[in-house]
């Protein structure tokens, strides 16, 4: 898998903003088929300046809603991954924005 395929896009929340802020961790929507090895090598080929400490990896489920007594499936399922760089180093993803 190429390392283009693997990170998919940055989620940015509240919440992910805080993490980058105060515990340098950055959070990526990757695709269902990666692993944690192969998120870490994207990260450090993506951005050479950091150095990844940490990838923890989570399955985010599908948003389900109920109609008509069947189940209907409003969103899909996808994989998140919270990326922790060593202290005092910053992805630079939003630049000039």
């Known amino acids: 898998m190429h390392y283009r395929d693997i ?6 929340t509240e919440k992910s903003t805080e993490l980058a802020d105060e515990h340098f961790q950055y959070v990526f929507e990757v695709d269902a088929r990666a692993n944690k090895h192969q998120i870490k090598e994207a990260v450090e080929l993506v951005w050479p300046q950091v150095d990844v400490v940490k990838v923890r990896v989570m399955n ?5 809603a109920k109609r008509w007594r069947k189940m209907i499936t409003r969103k899909k399922g996808w994989k998140k991954a919270i990326v922790t760089l060593l202290p005092g180093q910053r992805l630079e993803m939003f630049e000039g924005v």
């Open 7 to 12: 990170i998919r896009r940055p989620v940015v």
């Open 60 to 64: 985010m489920p599908a948003k389900r």
